[in-house]
């Protein structure tokens, strides 16, 4: 299993940047998802990380430092819309040729005018 | 393509009933998972299945059974529901578990034991 610790929530203005950071502790860690989560929906997948380094999509980038056992979700030119829980989730082998996703408990990000 | 689809989306059972959340996905995906989703608590894996005929116990088994017994189905049972058990329930599916492998989820199902 894993620790994983992200802010509970974060308010930025529209038109803004936000990072919301997310730190876990694992022994096989075998990569790093983050997940947008509207009040009522269901998660969808936003960005995945395995090596270190940023990986850029449109508005949204997401950095992975391994060693350090941190990544973060950066949102550029915040819309109205960003405004959803982030989810930090971190894939770790579990043994017996099993992996598990375990996830954080999520951000709530309000965007404000 | 439907993606993953879960049935029933709302139900109310009383203390004791018991009942059976279905999820069916058309992605031809080996894997399947349940979580539950409380406040302040995240998603929480309850059981997992990694093919056809397979289940597994996540973080929080108890209270629950799941069969797989056809590829594209994964049931959660509860056959004694308590209301511990009110929350909110994800299926997902993936292609595997290889680094990569995106997971894809329902669109949810709301239970509220009384």
């Known amino acids: 299993g894993q620790n994983i610790d992200q802010p509970t929530e974060m308010t930025a203005t529209e038109g803004a940047i936000v990072q919301i950071n997310c730190t876990y502790q694992t022994s096989g860690f075998n990569g790093l998802f983050w997940y947008q989560q509207h009040a009522g929906e269901a998660p969808t997948f936003l960005s995945y990380?395995?090596?270190?380094g940023l990986e850029e999509k449109g508005r949204f980038s997401s950095f992975l430092s391994r060693s350090k056992g941190y990544s973060y979700l950066l949102l550029k030119e915040l819309q109205m819309k960003d405004s959803a829980s982030y989810l930090c989730a971190v894939r770790d082998y579990s043994g017996a040729g099993s992996y598990q996703l375990t996830f954080g408990k999520g951000t709530k990000l309000s965007v404000i005018p | 393509n439907a993606g993953v689809t879960q049935t029933p989306k709302f139900r109310v059972l009383k203390t004791g009933q018991s009942m059976t959340l279905l999820c069916a996905q058309d992605?031809?995906?080996?894997?399947m998972y349940w979580y539950r989703q409380d406040p302040g608590m995240g998603l929480r894996l309850i059981h997992y299945?990694?093919?056809?005929?397979?289940?597994a116990k996540g973080e929080v088994p108890d209270g629950y059974n799941v069969s797989r017994l056809k590829k594209q189905n994964f049931l959660l049972g509860l056959e004694s529901a308590a209301p511990s058990q009110t929350s909110v329930y994800f299926c997902?599916?993936?292609?595997?578990?290889?680094?990569?492998?995106?997971?894809?989820f329902g669109e949810g199902s709301w239970l509220t034991v009384v």
């Open positions: 997902a599916s993936s292609e595997g578990q290889h680094s990569g492998n995106t997971i894809y």
């Open positions: 992605m031809n995906h080996e894997y």
């Open positions: 990380n395995v090596l270190d």
């Open positions: 299945s990694v093919g056809e005929g397979t289940t």
